[in-house]
């Protein structure tokens, strides 16, 4: 999993001038699923859509540092169950349920309590990788072991990651922090091989080297990469592979300001969104956006190489995908959170090395994914019985496979809780209805606002690129009627009703109280045998 990698930032998803022949390669071998949408277009409550299977409507993490609450089953539960082991190296963005964890009298030095505190994961490296220090202190408190790595490695700085990984030196020698974009075409002031991501690779190949040499059970190993999120910031040379001439036309419409939804409007406005509109902005990031992809995908061969040489790839799946995109300007927009393609749609590929999926290789799946279809599909893969009254994603093993699988779901679903934002304080809404939600079909996408806003629509067959928002078209009331009513019925799924599995829903329904010598509206000892003569004539 990459962190803020836009789903056409790859040349196999259509890049024109960024080249990513690993990634590339890896797609030629597997499916390439043009589709996917995750749950949520925040880091924190898409990850741990990711992690659990489930909807944010469902687990409740709907925004960064919000806990993943103590009960939720993961993806880490569910394998173990299978028989396979679950590691995390690199970035969750999972704040621990201190509350739940001590209501509950478990310590987080158990085994259970630190699976809890690492969405089900058991560490061989944990590093949510921003580590920025500012008048109020560090906006991450944890142990840091990227930071110990690179004094190890000599860098003297107080906090290596903030002066060295993500900032450069100016002319005169002094730093110049990533944190301002206008100095994202200058190197990152640290060497190539010690940066973020070929450190997170380096401790993969490690970690697959030392399971090899226990010799144990299958793994499932979640690598995590920091990159390309922002600070937009690069070590050489990667700092100056790209440059205006290989940017992509900027995706905007003036006409997106005329009128525009009120909640689109506020974020168009904030500081990001105000950022991203000038050209020189654009021009400085999104070369060194381009230039942190480019280095992900030199990375990817370097792990592929070992997976090769090892013989690791003839009997792994390996699967890329994204947490969210990145608006980088589009729709007047930075950063993520809202619903346009550039932020909740991601790449995702998936390479399977047995024989069931040969006749699938280098093919395009077009079906509607999500996110949490993921976790369903590691289940089944692992010969587990996906349990779908408590993960609400399907497996895409019939895709690998060359299959259609019955009954796909019409739509997808995004969601988004903005009740902590600024955007939801300027624009007066209440905490419980600063949420919006997205279904998304073939041709059309609709986003229901809560708080008494209008909905936002838009007509993908005839306006892909989503410039023109018909919510407030007298036209369109049937489509949004049509998209209200689907919202209804996915509200109201049993999506907590994870005690009980639908097969033995079914079977109570033939259970007799009686039996266990429970006489329920009984009159007399004839009512009993009359509907034990019943039984016997069903029989």
């Known amino acids: 999993m990459f962190d803020q990698l836009r789903f056409d930032y790859l040349s196999c998803y259509g890049h024109l001038h960024l080249h990513t022949p690993h990634l590339d390669r890896l797609a030629a071998k597997g499916v390439r699923f043009s589709h996917c949408y995750v749950q949520s277009p925040i880091c924190g409550a898409s990850r741990m859509s990711f992690y659990t299977g489930r909807y944010v409507h469902s687990h409740g993490a709907a925004w960064n540092n919000f806990p993943l609450k103590v009960g939720e089953i993961t993806l880490g539960d569910h394998l173990r169950k299978c028989g396979m082991d679950a590691w995390l190296i690199g970035k969750t963005h999972m704040r621990v349920d201190d509350e739940g964890l001590d209501r509950l009298g478990i ?4 085994i259970i309590g630190a699976r809890v505190s690492e969405c089900g994961f058991d560490v061989f490296e944990r590093d949510d990788g921003l580590w920025g220090q500012g008048p109020a202190g560090s906006y991450d408190n944890k142990r840091s072991p990227y930071n110990e790595y690179l004094k190890s490695k ?3 700085a107080e906090n290596p990651w903030l002066h060295n990984a993500n900032a450069a030196l100016d002319d005169n020698g002094d730093i110049a922090s990533g944190w301002f974009m206008h100095n994202a075409d200058k190197a990152a002031n640290i060497r190539e091989e010690d940066s973020e991501t070929p450190w997170l690779t380096g401790r993969a190949i490690d970690f697959i ?3 090899d040499k226990r010799g144990g059970g299958p793994w499932l190993c979640h690598l995590s990469y920091i990159k390309p999120h922002w600070p937009y910031i690069v070590p050489a040379p990667y700092h100056n592979m790209y440059g205006p001439d290989d940017i992509l036309p900027v995706v905007r419409s003036k006409n997106e300001k005329v009128n525009p939804h009120p909640v689109c409007e506020a974020f168009m406005n904030n500081r990001t969104g105000r950022t991203f509109a000038r050209k020189e902005v654009r021009e400085k990031v999104i070369p ?22 090892s013989g690791r790839m003839d009997d792994t799946v390996v699967v890329v995908t994204s947490d969210h995109g990145d608006y980088l300007g589009d729709h007047w927009l930075g950063e993520k959170g809202l619903f346009h393609d550039p932020s909740v749609r991601v790449p995702l590929i998936i390479y399977d090395p047995s024989s069931r999926a040969d006749g699938t290789r280098g093919k395009t799946c077009d079906a509607l994914v999500e996110s949490i279809d993921l976790a369903a599909t590691f289940v089944d893969m692992a010969g587990g019985e996906v349990a779908d009254h408590i993960l609400e994603g399907r497996t895409l093993l019939p895709f690998l496979e060359g299959k259609m699988p019955e009954n796909w779901r019409e739509f997808a679903v995004s969601e988004y809780d903005y009740s902590a934002t600024p955007e939801a304080k300027e624009l007066g809404v209440d905490v419980n209805q600063a949420r919006l939600f997205m279904l998304v079909d073939r041709e059309w996408k609709f986003v229901f606002a809560d708080g008494g806003f209008r909905p936002m629509l838009f007509d993908l067959r005839n306006d892909p690129n989503e410039l023109r928002d018909l919510g407030g078209d007298p036209t ?3 489509i ?3 998209f209200l009513e689907r919202l209804s019925r996915w509200a109201r ?4 009703r994870t005690t009980q599995s639908k097969a033995e829903l079914l079977a109570s329904r033939n259970s007799r109280p009686e039996d266990v010598g429970i006489f329920i509206g009984v009159f007399d000892e004839e009512d009993v045998r009359s509907v034990e003569n019943n039984d016997n004539a069903d029989k």
């Open 476 to 478: 369109s009331a049937k």
């Open 209 to 211: 080297t030392e399971m």
């Open 154 to 156: 000599g860098y003297n």
């Open 107 to 110: 310590s987080r030095d158990s």
């Open 493 to 496: 799924r049993p999506s907590q």
């Open 480 to 482: 949004i009627e049509m």
């Open 288 to 309: 060194a956006y381009m230039g942190l992809i480019k280095q992900c995908d030199d990375q990817m061969g370097r792990l592929f190489a070992f997976l090769e040489q």
